[in-house]
């Protein structure tokens, strides 16, 4: 495990590598209340560091980096600034992006933010639109109460009440590793997110895969509306798969996607 500091407010975020320096570097970033171990657990480490170089940081407030309690210390600017943070720790000038929910949004600020440290990006379960009450529809109504009040097992308990199903072990253990008032600070803020404008999207200028499950409710016309938007974006709706699904699901699409772009150059140094 290795670390990278944000210079702007000296956030130290953790981050791990797979594979070999050498190859093309991938940029796996996860989503709300996970962190970096799900990309072992859903298999992707496995698949990809065959042919990839591959760098999954742990959010800010999340796994084992860095979690602050001020709700303002998780600004998409603070976000984005920890990649770049990360990419120049790990020496990597370019780098193909996937990112999941969250880690899909930071990728589309990243893209906006600092084109040319992108050759690719791939969106899986993504929004570029304001996400006010978002957190409270993808889990449940009172989502930052209970967690402030309850801690991260009565959050997992509330929404597994929600969800009417069991949480899949990956996801539970790395939501317990989480900090549950860092955790609330992060969803305040991420309910203030205003949005990424539709002319800067329409200026990304890499190749785009944005995946989304049949039935992600929330994300579905999210990502059909980011399809249209970003410029020769490839869109793949992954039948009968919803948010949390999405992850584990979109990985032969995604193999298939970075296989087809290597050529465009993600390299190391």
Do not use: C
Not at 20 to 28: I, K, S, T
Not at 78 to 91: F, Q, R, S
Not at 178 to 206: M, T, W
Not at 241 to 247: F, W
């Amino acid at each position: 495990m290795s670390h990278a500091t944000n210079p702007a407010d000296g956030t130290r975020i953790r981050f791990s590598t797979a594979g070999e320096e050498h190859l093309p570097a991938v940029l796996l970033v996860h989503g709300s209340a996970l962190s970096s171990a799900v990309w072992r657990a859903s298999g992707y480490v496995k698949a990809l560091s065959r042919d990839f170089w591959v760098i999954m940081p742990d959010l800010r407030g999340h796994g084992r980096s860095d979690a602050p309690h001020d709700e303002d210390a998780y600004a998409m600017d603070g976000i984005v600034g920890d990649l770049l943070a990360v990419l120049d720790a790990a020496k990597a000038s370019r780098v193909h992006y996937v990112g999941y929910s969250f880690g899909a949004r930071a990728g589309l600020a990243l893209a906006v933010a600092a084109p040319e440290r992108l050759a690719s990006l791939t969106l899986l379960g993504g929004s570029a639109r304001p996400q006010h009450g978002a957190m409270d529809a993808m889990f449940f109504p009172g989502t930052v109460d209970v967690l402030e009040r309850d801690g991260m097992e009565g959050f997992l308990e509330a929404w597994e009440q929600r969800r009417r199903r069991p949480v899949d072990p990956a996801t539970r253990a790395a939501f317990l590793k989480n900090d549950a008032h860092a955790l609330a600070a992060y969803f305040r803020r991420s309910d203030r997110e205003p949005g990424i404008d539709d002319r800067l999207l329409a200026g990304i200028d890499v190749p785009v895969l944005a995946l989304v499950g049949s039935e992600d409710r929330l994300r579905v016309e999210d990502t059909r509306a980011l399809s249209r938007t970003v410029p020769g974006a490839r869109l793949a709706i992954l039948r009968g798969v919803d948010h949390a699904e999405t992850v584990p699901a979109a990985l032969p699409a995604v193999e298939a996607f970075l296989g087809a772009h290597t050529r465009s150059g993600a390299p190391h140094g």
